[in-house]
């Protein structure tokens, strides 16, 4: 399998793609005047406690305050200081979400400082070099600090590990003098940006390219890939093309389809992706595919392919929490297994943890997914002001009614024009405009009624002016 990193770096704004085998498998986008929360640490001061939830509101010296769950609630008073972290982003109406568990990332381990526990990366598989690795990180750490060791640190050295462990030790110990001499609230510690992210968390042996395309932040990575992996700075590039580096690698248009709700399958199946406040439901349907044998042959074929491709949009979108799959039914338990089997083979390729809970009783598949930080969706698109993010607008014939309830009530009116003009959506002008409906209205209210299409007008407005007379 190839693997490539491309990254698109404007003042505006910083694009990744994750490229696997020519498909575009993952994408972020970071925008300068957003920044980003995930990761950062504050001292912050508590604002409100709420224990009946276990929770309290946190000052961290933004618009909105970040929520906290803890168990020992009762411990805090309103105007407390205390050190945070963000688990995860703004998201909607709901402020940042915060812990007290506190971690700090490098390259081959993660540093706990508040905790003593040590974990091994699920994706190093090796049981001799999980048991090696974890008798390092216990040798390694200091006493009163835990360590995660992740999926890069495999066969990497002893030495290798110390430095990096050696960096965030010192890097913690810089924290806590800032938070001793500082007022809450206020930034203690900043998590790198997209394009570091992208050396300390993806770029890895299986990686051939890490492409990008603007000098300064070439010129970051590989000093910093020359100090944490320098056996892979051969594998970062410049590009220097005229021509946009996302259109040259063919991931404009890949990116433009993350908001579609259909998603067109190769056999001619498709999968619609819908979103709710709870939860995220995927349904799955032949479509224009017929098979050539048997239905039940015709069903699995579609539910494999729909399989691998929603691993790969959930990996694509970063759709998180809770997510429903609606495949087209199985009669065939050994057909439902291998399409569960399927799924949760595709799955292990993404870095965020997932959980395939199984069927329900109505043959739906049941899964989550760790949501962190915005969806990419929510990056790219606000709602629509016309459907307000319902997907849906009133049809033309109900404007029209609604139109001739508005200009009934004016019957009554004294001080009414000899003239009404109605203003409404060239589509809605062209049904309220019949001749027979029309005339009758004028003959209701002893007015001519002139009606007005006008484009800029959203599908649902309309307005009904008084002529001068």
Known sequence: ??????????????????????????????????????????????????PGMQAAFIDIG??????????????????QDMMIQILKDEIGTKGPRATTRLSLPGRY????????????????????????????????????????????????????????????????????????????????????????????????????????????????????????????VDRVKLYDRAEDIFAFYGLEQELDKIGQRNIVLKSGGYIVIDKTEALTVIDVNTGKFVGKTSLADTVL????????????????????????????????PSDQQAVLLALEGYLKKDRTKTNVLGLTALGLVEMTRKKARQNLEMTLYADCPCCHGCGRIQSPETVTIQVHRALRKLAGETKLSHTLRVQVHPTVAEILGEKASLAQLEKYLA???????????????????HEKD
């Open 301 to 332: 074929t579609t539910n494999l392919e729909a399989a691998e491709e929603i691993a790969r949009q959930l990996r694509l979108r970063d759709i998180g929490g809770i997510i429903i799959i609606d495949f087209i039914d199985m009669d065939r």
């Open 109 to 232: 381990v993660v540093l706990m400082p508040t905790s003593t526990y040590v974990g091994i990366s699920r994706r190093i598989e090796n049981p001799v070099e999980r048991e090696r690795l974890k008798n390092l990180a216990e040798e390694l750490k200091p006493a009163d600090m835990g360590v995660i060791v992740r999926t890069v640190a495999e066969n990497q050295s002893e030495e290798v590990l110390a430095k990096d462990i050696l960096y965030l030790v010192n890097l913690w110990h810089s924290i806590t003098v800032r938070a001793k001499i500082s007022k809450s609230p206020t930034l203690l510690y900043c998590d790198a940006d997209l394009v570091i992210r992208l050396v300390r968390d993806l770029l890895a042996a299986d990686t051939d390219e890490f492409i990008v395309d603007q000098p300064l932040a070439y010129d970051r990575v590989v000093e910093l890939v020359k100090f944490t992996s320098p056996d892979l």
């Open 62 to 79: 933004r618009d909105r305050n970040a929520f906290l769950y803890i168990d020992d609630v009762i411990h805090l008073t309103v105007g």
């Open 447 to 465: 007015r001519e009624i002139i009606i007005e299409a006008v484009s800029t007008m959203d599908f649902e407005a309309f307005s009904i002016l």
């Open 1 to 50: 399998m190839t693997k490539q990193i491309v990254v698109n770096v404007v003042p505006e704004e910083t694009r990744m793609a994750l490229v696997e085998d020519g498909d575009m498998m993952e994408a972020a986008v970071e925008r300068t005047a957003a920044g980003h929360l995930v990761g950062n640490i504050y001292k912050g001061k508590v604002k409100n406690v709420l």
